[in-house]
């Protein structure tokens, strides 16, 4: 894991906000918006812009950022892309804070 790039990815407000939305998206995600969420997915790029009220393409390049980094895993289906929390990095990076800092 390359520590330096995986802070940079979170090193935004709006990033920060939108991994706690994907810890749980029923929490901060209107149901209704929620019909096609599934744990395997995770929430359409579109919900999280309209939670986020930024642009779409403002908060894909945030989403892609982040997924490059491997905290998020996207997930296409036809058209759209969806996104989620990949645990396990963030399980990497807690212990790898925790150890080195």
């Known amino acids: 894991m ?3 790039e995986v802070i940079k990815s979170l090193s935004n407000e709006t990033r920060l906000n939108i991994l706690t939305w994907l810890k749980d998206p029923f929490a901060h995600f209107p149901e ?3 019909e ?5 997915l995770g929430v359409c790029v579109s919900d999280i812009a309209k939670k986020a009220g930024m642009s779409m393409p403002t ?3 945030y989403l892609k950022t982040m997924s490059a980094t491997h905290v998020l895993i996207a997930t296409r289906k ?3 892309t969806y996104y989620k929390r990949n645990e396990k990095t963030l399980q990497d990076l ?3 804070i925790k ?3």
């Open 2 to 4: 390359e520590l330096l």
């Open 32 to 34: 209704e918006e929620l």
């Open 36 to 40: 096609e969420y599934t744990p395997e």
């Open 59 to 61: 908060v894909s390049d």
């Open 78 to 80: 036809g058209q759209w």
């Open 94 to 96: 807690a212990m790898h």
């Open 99 to 101: 150890e080195k800092l």
